[in-house]
């Protein structure tokens, strides 16, 4: 059973002109979002295993270290893997070959 809302396994915020912090402290504002990387950790220290750490939750975020149709790495596949919905940056083309109704999509 999922009871936890949502959380983040983030290593860095290289690249992404802040929009992950500003993203996740608008999201922290509704409900807490548990964060289990080295960026922004509130769990007491980086989780040894990101697929186990998400299982519990609802929702994951897997936003992209940038955005661009066709840039699309392991991090929604690590939510689908964990049974999360993910909530996604990156590819705003993903939904032609992502079934759309399965990840929220921010834009």
């Known amino acids: 059973m999922r009871n936890k809302f949502c959380a983040a396994v983030i290593s860095n915020n290289i690249l992404t002109d802040g929009f992950r912090t500003k993203f996740i402290d608008q ?17 007491g220290g980086p989780v040894k295993n990101k697929i186990e750490f998400l299982s519990s ?3 994951s975020i897997a936003m992209e270290n940038s955005s661009g149709d066709g840039y699309l790495s392991e991090k929604i596949y690590h939510s689908f893997i964990s049974g999360t919905i993910p909530i996604y940056y990156g590819d705003f083309t993903l ?7 399965s990840f929220i999509l921010i834009i």
Do not use: A, Q, S, T
């Open 27 to 43: 999201l922290n504002k509704y409900k807490k979002v548990d964060m289990g990387g080295r960026f922004l950790n509130n769990v």
């Open 57 to 59: 939750y609802k929702f």
């Open 95 to 101: 939904d032609e070959y992502i079934n759309p109704k």
